[in-house]
């Protein structure tokens, strides 16, 4: 639940670099979610519960989605890519499936043109000099 948190906090930070587990963890809990509201949407449908399941999901996917474009850009900032990236997503099918390798994909170890090595500065190792 820190990962989410953490996300959140840093609400529209498109610089600097986002751990694997950082965006995984962020993704997760939106699929979860936005799950049970989708669920919840649909076992109430036709009614005034089903119509503000409704409205509460699309209001959750309107206020997670500035969020989850930052963290995507700062995942893609750690495998030493810019963020303009994530536009590789609107090519049908290959695009998401390239940007989600991406995004699985090890970060580079150390300081890179986006900033210091996430993982590093959590093991408390000292921000290496470039």
């Known amino acids: ?9 840093n609400y529209a930070g498109f ?14 809990f939106n699929i ?37 474009l930052a963290v995507a850009v700062r995942r893609l900032h750690d495998t030493n890519r810019s963020g303009w990236w994530i536009l590789i997503g609107l090519i049908p099918l290959v695009g998401g499936i390239v940007l989600i390798v991406f995004c699985a994909t090890e970060g580079n170890r150390g300081a890179n043109q986006y900033g210091e090595d996430p993982k590093a500065l959590e093991a408390g190792a000292a921000p290496a000099i470039a």
Do not use: D, N, Q
Request: proline share 2%.
């Open 32 to 68: 979860i979610i936005l799950g049970v509201i989708g669920g919840l949407m649909t076992a109430t449908k036709g009614g005034a519960l089903g119509t503000l399941f409704t409205i509460l999901y699309f209001a959750y996917a309107v206020a997670v989605f500035i969020p989850g």
């Open 15 to 28: 610089s600097g670099r986002a751990r694997r587990t950082e965006y995984w963890m962020f993704t997760l």
């Open 1 to 9: 639940m820190e990962w989410y948190t953490k996300v959140l906090k």
